[in-house]
């Protein structure tokens, strides 16, 4: 650094002494270093880099020096001012970088605290799973079709060809409804029997509104509550939930049954999936079937293996799922549909039952009883 030129005296000029200029940059710099965070670097920045600062005002006096003391003088300041300028940018940098890692410690969340907020809930796994069933078949061109839970008896049994003397017609199978108006003399039994109103036992009335209600073809998946005079045990439930599914077109036969149903357990169960049909009777459809799928977790494996037996199956290989058939002539008669002409398959299968050995659920009571400890760990799906 220069000495003092005699010829321009800047003894004369205080703001200018080389120890003034020195000590106005050591003190801002030190001013700098000990900001402790970005408030206070705004007021260090203030008091020693502002338009009142002594470097600046020690910069404004230049202009006053003669021309020969002007290169000296300037180049001292500009210096000084150039070292607090690069001093306070870099603390500015350091404050901010602390600064940010600070609020990512004091913000952080920890999603593993407990908490004791209200849960937000979720339908019933029966609900879902049921939906789930509807999806495989609205993917496929199908309706979904609903009806009354309480029905006429001729939509329940007559138009499904159960004559007035089949035994599912007893009370001790179907709930009788007393009719709206109708006298009543308390809970006598006999009066509802007469009413001609049930509380449906199966789905299959809303098929018959179906065909009643549109021409052919006809594609509907009827989901809904059943009832049943059953009493509530491990295996039994006196309303269940029930999806029939119903196809009347020209010209299906049972081979559209049997890919309909390998269709849907494959898309409800997995690849490798597939039904099995077996002779059984039923009024409402000619031929009928019982349906089994092969058991989706071991596919038949665990059959005469005893060293790995099948919870799932009970080591049958088979699991039963319900009941089909061709759509009973009489019954499209009934709907006045030409039989001739049309012809249809039905299958249904209760969606309590196919949760209990998907899920292995093994008392009905769990469904139906509403205790969350059941339900939670079905998840949270909407
Ligand atoms: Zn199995």
Known sequence: MSAPNKS????EVEALKPEVIDRAKDEALAAVAAAGDLEALREVKAAHAGDRSPLALANREIGALPPHAKADAGKRVGQ??????QALKQRQEELERERDERVLVEEAVDVTLPYDRLPAGARHP?????????DVFVAMGYAVAEGPETEAEWFNFDALNIGPDH????MQDTFFVRGPGEPGDGDAPGSAEDSGVVLRTHTSPVQIRTLLDREPPVYVICPGRVFRTDELDATHTPVFTQVELLAVDEGLTMADLKGTLDHMVRELFGEGVHTRLRPNYFPFTEPSAEMDMVCYRCHGASVGDPDNPCRTCSSEGW???????????RVLTACGVDPE??????????????????HNVEDMRDMVEGDVRFTRPFGMEI
């Open 126 to 134: 029966l609900t879902t799973f049921s939906e789930r069933v509807e």
């Open 319 to 329: 699991i039963e799922l319900g009941g089909c058939g061709m759509v009973n002539p």
């Open 341 to 358: 002409r049309y012809s249809g398959f039905a299958f249904g299968f209760g969606i309590e039952r196919m949760m209990m050995f998907r």
């Open 167 to 170: 035994p599912a017609r007893t």
């Open 8 to 11: 321009y005296d800047p003894v």
């Open 80 to 85: 000084a001012r150039g070292a607090v300028s």
